[in-house]
């Protein structure tokens, strides 16, 4: 029986619809409440068709009578114009797009809640940051940059991290990404920066990759860029699940608290899940198997109840600090390491709750910078000041008016007075005679009015100074964050931004270009750019003018690193079991109860996807048939194959890719001794190393996810990449 909607007690009315009688200031709770049930489209609230079924009608109402076929004089036409049904349709249907969002066009959302775990009362008066165990409600959207809507989710890229948190002193939205510096300084640049890093203009491709000369070569004239350079050619940019990222606010903001005394603040969102990436060649091959991989991850883990949580962390300095600082504190190409000024965890936001229509929700939800609640307020990083014009702007050319604020998704959940009115589609409209402030009508002294003292103030900063334009001599130096990144990382993670930057640059046509990024790389470390231009296959330029030296000896970092960042377990990660028919049962079992134990998860690969049976004659259900689960979909594969389901195996691509994959990529591997001919027909036998385990008995089943805790063998590595030999 269909879900009868709000709206259905009310004939006549839209579920969602505003009363007419509602005052100006309409409870939150009210317009959250159309989340809370899938909206009904009105068919509803007609009597049934028949029964149960709900009558279908056009958006008017108009109860239909044949969805199949047009009206038409005769049987083979024409068609007729006054066919109400079709033009409706078919109206309605051209006009379903909207325009996708200029950068971060693909993103995934969820519902969630911030906890405050740590009061922040001492700094700031937000609201939110007061009472430690109050929550408040959250949407957070995960996006990639360059791609257009319909892109692969293991693009390298930027990773966009937006957060809205429904506070009772109105919505803040925290619009990060999972790296905490810029490519940028100055928010004039930006779109040069993303003209140049999406498809190129004449011929529209490449799709979101920035493998292609606009984007090098925009980089190659743009030094501030290069510490965000080392950053986008890190593993960061190809994140195994949205699950295992960080978040990063990036820019210096200020805590403001009841006395009007400012603190200085960078925001930071720590994963529980640990932090982890995918191999480069690994993200190309998910590309083409599941173009939608963390869109999926985060849509299962959710509904399978292991729900996503972040901590978030403040570092907090004054003014005394920021002078003392190498770097300017308003340069957003420019972090603060963890070891100077610890980040001070405060909350936690925890995703358990997926969307229910991905258009009215992640689509139409609009992040905005300025969003701020009174207690946080900006510092005058230009970057973030050009920001918090752009992202106003940008909504009202996407979401088509002014009153996007009425859309669910983005109104406030705490209670609203305005005099805001009319534009298109108003949804939310005062009733009474005043819409202006003063006012004298109604009750008291005709409301709403300001309060100077709950309201947002600005923090008073004195500023002075010529009009004019400039970079500041603090934001000079280019280089040497740059180099801090890089001697921060471990050996793995040093070979992969190599590996990642020789890949880029042997996609950039023009040699110059690619020279003048190796001219860079020397003013941040020489080996990396003899490294480089090795693999270019370029005779080593001259260092480029720097316009400050480099200073070589910043302390390494360790929160910089993915792989020092990792997890403890395997806990939320995927297991792929290769099985065929004849497997032995106890085996599987065994591997289905370590799993568990681990609060992983796993998939059966089949031969065929009606399943197989086991050794003991019980049926066990495929996910996956072979070619449509490779290996590059798990975190870690287990073969368990009788002899003859292994002989099958072993003549059959796909499934020789499944293992070679999962071995080149570092994977920990289990296999039963029939599986191992699979192995050698697949060319890798001799390679076996010690994160390939046997599963010869029950127990192995265990040892095997304990390894799996390492979540991959990077060592192996060397041995099986061509470059490195
Ligand atoms: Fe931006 C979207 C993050 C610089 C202009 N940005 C957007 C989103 C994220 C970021 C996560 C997607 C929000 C969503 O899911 O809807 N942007 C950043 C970060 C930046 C940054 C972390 C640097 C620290 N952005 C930046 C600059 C400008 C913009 C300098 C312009 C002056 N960004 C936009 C935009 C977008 C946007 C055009 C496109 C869609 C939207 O805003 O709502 O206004």
Redesign the pocket.
Known sequence: MSKPSKSASAPGKISGETPTKAPPAAPADAISDSFAEPQGTGGETHQTAGGDVAVLTTAQGIPVADDQNMLKQGSRGPTLLEDLHFREKIFHFDHERIPE????AR?Y?AHGYFELTESLSDVTRADVLQRVGERVPAFV???T?AGSKGSADLARD?R???VKLYTQEGNWDI???N?PV?F?QD?IK??DLIHAAKPEPDRDFPQAQTAHDNFWDFISLTPESMHMVMWIMSDRTIPRSLRTIEG????TFRLVNAEGKSTFVKFHWKPKQGLQSVAWNEAVKINGADPDFHRRDLWDAINAGDFPEWELGVQLFDDDFADSFDFDVLD?TKLIPEELVPVRIVGRLVLDRVVDNFFAETEQ?????HNVPPGVDFSNDP??Q??N???L???LK?LGGPNFTHIPINAPKCPMAHFQQDGHMAMRNPVGRANYEPNSWGAAQGGPREDPVRGFTSFAEAADGPRQRVRSESFADHYSQARQFFTSQTPIEQKHIGDALVFELSKVERPDIRSRIVSHLLNIDETLAATVADGLGLALPKAAQAARPTIMDLPPSDALSIVRNGPDSFKGRKLGILLTDGADAAIFNALVKAVEKEAAVYEVIAPKISGVTLSDGTTVGAKQKIDGGPSVLYDAIAVVASKDGAALLAIDAAAKDFVTDAFTHCKFIALTAEAHLLFEKAGIADDMDDACLPLGAVKDAANFLAACRALRHWPRELGVDLDAQ
Request: glycine share 14%.
């Open positions: 969002r200029v950068v971060h993103g959302g959207r995960f996006s940059v930027v966009g991290f937006a619009v990060g990404n790296i810029f940028i928010a930006f779109p990063f606010g990036v820019h957003a939800v609009a992040f905005m910078t970057l973030l050009g920001r014009f752009s992202y702007d940008t909504q996407r």
